[in-house]
């Protein structure tokens, strides 16, 4: 049984807790002990109230948002599912932007009698620069406008030229009311005009990425194990998680970035000797040569080996309260490989209304912008559109440890 991970992004109040809330409810995913403690706190409509399934903060709670990214599991007979609730303030955006990094498909949720607002248009696209294909526009709370088809057409035509902008590949329009279960888990009489699928439906068929770039072998060294003990004396083994690909017993490979070479002598996957292991388990390579090989390093199949460069060109979502200016210095981190540099410069910004770039001279809360950053140490370079997980790096505040922004390597 694969796995689908999705997300619920859109603006405040569209619907995004209870939404899923509905998901797990109607699809008999929600333990006794909690569906009897939901029933006793019904809302004043007496409707039971299924954004608490997701809300898990006292504040969400008290405020009836969400803040915090929650992340929810559950499982039908067709497939395994991880939801991740993303919070529609414009000030939580950068939370926002967490829960889609690992996501397969966004639900973009539309309140039907707002339609497409500014958030509908950031999510989007922050969405479409994190990789994810496939979108699912939910226009939510038909039941507030009548069910009208032409309300929901509008708000399509509206969306579609959002997704001409971007080139999204893959988008269903589905009309629902979270509130009341239509078109969530189950077809609704209520929207007989509507002939496409329930939300679940198209969950439940919609193919999932395993591995972004099976092609391009990504590995980087999280651990050196030295035993060094009587019975391990020269054990040498390298612990990590395999990015993408295949790694093979016998592959001839390079470490990155100081070049060398060397051959898998053996993989390791939970203490025992296998042939392969691919993306994304957990391995313990072991070479040949005693070479020099460090946490951050990269082990890449040599015929398949990324550049490795000092000058990236990147897009950088800020999620710092403080402005980013040109030649700022902090820290890249791209996996386990942590190395000092700088914004050598801001090259544009991308306007969120028209997604038009302009030139920019700082960064504020919340900003797409496109910049040079210079490293003090060559690192591996993955485009992000080529390799999702090994383009992806976050940069950090040198002096606090604050994460400060999302970054997708463009070129180098």
Not at 22 to 29: A, G, K, M, N, Q
Request: charged share 25%.
């Amino acid at each position: 049984m694969d796995l689908l991970r999705f997300i619920t992004c859109g603006s405040v109040d569209d619907g995004k807790s209870t939404l899923i809330g509905r998901l797990l409810y109607d699809s008999d995913s929600v333990s006794l002990d909690v569906l009897a403690t939901l029933e006793k706190r019904q809302t004043s409509t007496g409707n039971v109230d299924l954004a608490l399934l997701t809300d898990g903060l006292k504040a969400e709670r008290e405020q009836g948002i969400t803040i915090d990214v929650a992340h929810k599991y559950f499982t039908t007979p067709r497939r395994k599912f991880i939801i991740t609730d993303a919070p529609g303030h414009v000030q939580y955006t950068r939370n926002m932007v967490t829960g889609a990094s690992n996501a397969d498909l966004a639900i973009v949720l539309v309140d039907a009698r707002q339609g497409v607002v500014e958030q509908t248009r950031r999510h989007t696209l922050v969405a479409a620069l994190l990789g994810i294909r496939h979108f699912v526009l939910a226009v939510n709370k038909m039941d507030l406008v009548g069910h009208d088809e032409a309300v929901f057409q509008q708000i399509v035509a509206d969306y579609a030229a959002i997704a001409d902008h971007l080139k999204l590949p893959h988008i269903v329009a589905i009309p629902v009311s979270a509130l009341h279960g239509d078109n969530i888990v189950k077809r609704s009489r209520k929207l007989s005009w509507y002939k496409g699928p329930s939300l679940l439906e198209h969950l439940e068929s919609v193919p999932s990425t395993a591995d972004a770039n099976p092609h391009e072998p990504r590995f980087q060294v999280q651990y050196v194990i030295r035993p060094q003990t009587e019975e391990l004396h020269d054990y040498r083994g390298y612990a990590g998680r395999i990015q993408s690909g295949t790694y093979r017993k016998g592959d001839r490979v390079k470490i990155l970035p100081s070049g060398l070479e060397s051959v898998i002598e053996a993989l390791e996957v939970s203490q025992q000797e296998v042939e392969a292991a691919v993306a994304p388990q957990a391995v313990v390579i072991r070479l040949r040569d005693d070479v020099d090989v460090s946490r951050g390093d990269s082990i890449v199949v040599a015929d398949h080996a990324p550049t490795t460069t000092r000058n990236l060109e990147a897009t950088l979502c800020w999620m710092d309260e403080r402005p980013l200016q040109p030649g700022r210095k902090l820290l890249v981190q791209h996996h386990s490989a942590v190395v000092k540099a700088s914004v050598s410069a801001i090259l544009s910004k991308t306007n969120i209304q028209t997604y038009a770039h302009s030139a920019a001279e700082s960064a504020q809360l919340n900003d797409i912008v496109r910049v040079q950053i210079k490293t003090a140490v060559p690192i591996v370079a993955d485009s992000y559109l080529n390799n999702r997980t090994a383009g992806a790096f976050i940069l950090v505040d040198e002096l606090t440890g604050d994460t400060l922004a999302a970054g997708l390597i463009e070129s180098s």
